[in-house]
């Protein structure tokens, strides 16, 4: 157990502040903003692993982080950190999160109040499960939070959780409250979790504010989400990677002068440009001036963590969010919405690995839904798998076994075995005057031909998603023609194309004259002159080829 020190619960003005990732790749890129536009902000809240070791090993941005965190200071906002669940964090795995908290610097450490992850396996698309607005899930909130704050050195912030449904007789910032009441945590109020109860319940978007304990709040989130409507009634989604909405502009300006404490407004910008950030934040800038205020002075919380009784009975919130079981007595249509996401989750998770598999398998929400339902999913989740691809791999192993189908057996063998295309070495490099495959480039061979397969497979998701917008309908009927055509494999062998995408893998159809020519190139790059122009530029056209 960490002993409290004093100074550690004195907290620093940090100020206005962009999230971060840590990740060079990403969007908006924290320090290039800074380099252009000096004083646009003041600190980085990166969200990370808890292990500092592996977050050094992982993020591209560290040692940037790492050389200007004096001058730019940092929020360790942590990933993998249940504040819900059936079980509470492993001691090893706070003890590395004080210590990865206290070398960077961060003055409190905050999270969402959720069950992110179990058996070793975060959930798809790190959508939590929020604990039900119940005396039990007090209790539960409670046990986790001050459990955590017994092995960390500096302050937790306790933030309120997004919400699709409304479960249990409290309102949030109620639940909120009492859970700040049990444990003297100080808070962080995320205004776009906020709007989402409040749409859930009904409710204005300034309800429930005037008797929350806003004097204890240090921190205010704000982000992009969706405002989506179905039967009459709206669902916010909480995405990042969407414009602000006016309304939580709107809703910080009347809150900041009824925060006393607040030490600090993070924009929570994943996956805006730079150029586009850059807006949100002067706006931002304008409602929260550099002027620091006096260090805050907090109590430190010495409290033991009571015992954890699971009350709230979290695994029936799980089998409920993916569909096992139906809501009962509840929000129905509330917890209907809550499964279709994470079906939409689990869905693009899925696609990453095996795009043709799952529309094959998986492609109706009913599907899917027995795939989520199924012991496969269910036991990635009790320790008992690697990923959602691995289970997804053995239920179709499953399904095929119950339900024999030459064609998709076809398509799921290959798209097992795809990955492989990687495991040889690289492409050789192409010298000055040659012409060799790209880095990312693979081909492969397989024993029947699939190319009608996959380009049936593109076409037909361009089809649905295109009538979809007009028509406001996913037309899953429409998968039966996919089926057929996986039931009518040409001859083999078959040579294809494969290269990376983002996270996943993507198999393309090239025209035979390209194809002849990026065979040779996988074993050693030719010179310019030997190639056709012709499909030398067809080749460079489709990111195939690389000139030295």
Same mark, same amino acid.
């Given at each position: ?34 380099? *252009? ?19 050094? *090993? ?34 090893? &795995? ?19 109040? /959720? ?5 070793? !396996?975060?959930?798809? /698309? ?8 119940? @005396? ?19 302050? =937790?912030?306790? @933030? ?27 808070? =962080? ?13 009904? %409710? ?25 409507? #179905? ?10 990677? !969407? ?8 809703? =910080? ?10 030490? $600090?407004?993070? +924009? *929570? ?15 931002? #800038? ?9 260090? =805050? ?18 695994? $029936? ?15 129905? *249509? ?12 689990? $869905? ?43 289970? +997804? ?90 089926? !057929?055509?996986? #039931? ?13 995408? /983002? ?25 310019? @002159? ?10 460079? &056209? %489709? ?6």
């Amino acid at each position: 157990m960490s002993l409290p020190d004093a100074t550690a619960w004195t907290l620093p003005w940090r100020g206005l502040g962009l999230s971060s990732n840590l990740d060079a790749a990403d969007q908006p890129h924290p320090y290039r903003l800074l380099a *252009e536009s000096p004083g646009l902000f003041d600190f980085v809240e990166y969200s990370a692993p808890l292990s500092l070791d592996e977050t050094r *090993e992982h993020a591209s941005l560290f040692p940037r982080m790492w050389e200007r965190r004096q001058d730019v200071p940092v929020l360790f906002h942590p990933v993998h950190l249940n504040l819900y669940g059936p079980e509470l964090e492993p001691v090893t &795995a706070l003890e590395a999160m004080d210590a990865h908290a206290r070398a960077v610097g961060s003055a409190w450490v905050g999270n969402d109040i /959720g069950w992110w992850h179990s058996g070793g !396996q975060p959930f798809p /698309g790190y959508l939590y499960f929020t604990p039900p607005f119940t @005396e039990a899930g007090v209790r539960d909130s409670v046990a986790h939070a001050l459990h955590v704050q017994s092995h960390l050195s500096v302050p =937790l912030a306790l @933030e309120n959780p997004a919400a699709f449904a409304k479960r249990g007789e409290l309102h949030v910032l109620d639940f909120m409250a009492r859970v700040h009441a049990c444990t003297g945590l100080p808070l =962080l109020l995320d205004l776009g979790h906020l709007l989402s109860y409040q749409l859930a319940a009904g %409710l204005p978007l300034e309800a429930g504010l005037d008797g929350f304990p806003l004097d204890k709040v240090i921190e205010i989130h704000i982000a992009g989400g969706v405002i989506t409507r #179905r039967h009459g009634r709206g669902y916010y989604v909480d995405d990042h990677t !969407q414009p602000v909405r006016e309304e939580l502009f709107g809703l =910080l300006e009347s809150l900041l002068p009824r925060c006393p404490s607040l030490r $600090a407004v993070t +924009f *929570e910008g994943d996956g805006h440009p730079d150029e586009v950030a850059v807006l949100t934040l002067r706006r931002l #800038r304008a409602l929260v001036p550099a002027t620091p205020r006096p260090p =805050l002075a907090l109590t430190p919380v010495t409290a033991p963590a009571p015992a954890l009784t699971r009350g709230s009975e979290p695994w $029936a919130l799980f089998e409920t969010g993916y569909g096992t079981k139906p809501e009962t007595g509840g929000d129905v *249509e509330g917890a209907r919405a809550e499964t279709d996401f994470r079906l939409a989750v689990v $869905a693009e998770t899925l696609d990453r690995d095996w795009p043709i598999s799952r529309l094959l398998l998986a492609g109706s929400r009913e599907d899917l839904r027995a795939f989520t339902a199924s012991p496969e999913f269910r036991e990635l989740f009790e320790g008992q798998g690697r990923s959602p691809g691995h289970a +997804f791999a053995s239920w179709t192993r499953r399904r095929l076994r119950e339900h024999p189908d030459e064609g998709t057996a076809a398509a799921v063998t290959f798209e097992t075995f795809l990955p492989n295309a990687f495991m040889t070495r690289p492409p050789p490099a192409p010298g000055p005057g040659q012409v060799g495959l790209s880095e990312d480039v693979r081909v492969g061979s397989f024993p029947v031909d699939l190319t009608e397969l996959v380009f049936a497979a593109k076409a037909l998701r361009r089809h649905l998603m295109g009538r979809a917008w007009a028509c406001e309908v996913l037309d899953v009927s429409g998968l039966e023609s996919l089926a !057929q055509v996986a #039931r009518r494999p040409g001859r083999g062998p078959w040579s294809f194309v494969v290269r990376r995408r /983002g996270r996943g893998l993507e198999v393309l159809t090239v025209p035979p004259a390209v194809l002849e020519l990026l065979r040779p190139l996988a074993k050693a790059p030719r010179a310019v @002159e030997e190639v056709p122009a012709a499909v030398l530029a067809e080749g460079r &056209a %489709l990111g195939l080829l690389r000139r030295g």
